[in-house]
T-cell receptor
Framework: DQQVKQNSPSLSVQEGRISILNCDYT??????FLWYKKYPAEGPTFLIS?????DKNEDGRFTVFLNKSAKHLSLHIVPSQPGDSAVYFC???????????FGQGTILTVHP | SAVISQKPSRDICQRGTSLTIQCQVD?????MFWYRQQPGQSLTLIAT?????????ESGFVIDKFPISRPNLTFSTLTVSNMSPEDSSIYLC???????????FGQGTRLTVV
């Protein structure tokens, strides 16, 4: 049972445009959501998070939106840069910020 | 944040043998975890490494196969025992530096079992 799903295996975007990565979850006990970025041969790097009591969190070019009723969150990157090309993982936790359930990942490619 | 050093970064092992992976953190942390990423799959939590006591394993993972030690607040090991090709994965250590803070990950250990 995949409790966190990223239905788009890949996304291709032009430099300067917006990248939107989506994530759905099924477990209503999740109350904290995170996005991680992963380059090849490296561990995941924390990007941005959001608590279930909020619907939006912004950090520079990155904004995460949470729709609890739809059990859906999205990551917006504006403007997208070629250095953003990586695998993006959505993750959720219910008890500990370190005990995470991950989605399958979305490969983002930003073309110059 | 925390700087995490994981060793080895990669290894090729014979089936039936065991490999111990080390995770060293540059500061004391409250929580340490071990994850596995099988080829083409997402990251899956194996267990929480508890300092001074037995690790807490997630469903589908057992101590006999993945024994874990955590002798202090900065160090943990994961052993992959009696390996088979199905154990070929990336194994990652992660830490939660303080209570209710985001987890940081090591660079991972890429294991290939032949």
């Amino acid at each position: 049972d995949q409790q966190v799903k990223q239905n788009s295996p890949s996304l291709s975007v032009q430099e300067g445009r917006i990248s939107i990565l989506n994530c759905d979850y099924t477990n209503s006990m999740f109350d904290y959501f995170l996005w991680y970025k992963k380059y090849p041969a490296e561990g995941p790097t924390f990007l941005i998070s959001i608590s279930s009591i909020k619907d939006k969190n912004e950090d520079g070019r990155f904004t995460v939106f949470l729709n609890k009723s739809a059990k859906h969150l999205s990551l917006h990157i504006v403007p997208s840069q070629p250095g953003d090309s990586a695998v993006y993982f959505c993750a959720a936790s219910g008890t500990s910020y370190g005990k995470l359930t991950f989605g399958q990942g979305t490969i983002l490619t930003v073309h110059p | 944040s925390a700087v995490i050093s994981q060793k080895p970064s990669r290894d090729i092992c014979q089936r039936g043998t065991s490999l111990t992976i080390q995770c060293q953190v540059d500061s004391q942390v409250t929580m340490m975890f071990w994850y596995r990423q099988q080829p083409g799959q997402s990251l899956t939590l194996i267990a929480t490494a508890n300092q001074g006591s037995e690790a807490t394993y997630e469903s589908g993972f057992v101590i006999d196969k993945f024994p874990i030690s955590r002798p202090n607040l900065t160090f943990s090991t994961l052993t992959v025992s009696n390996m088979s090709p199905e154990d070929s994965s990336i194994y990652l250590c992660s830490v939660e530096p303080l209570v209710d803070t985001e987890a940081f990950f090591g660079q991972g250990t890429r294991l290939t079992v032949v």
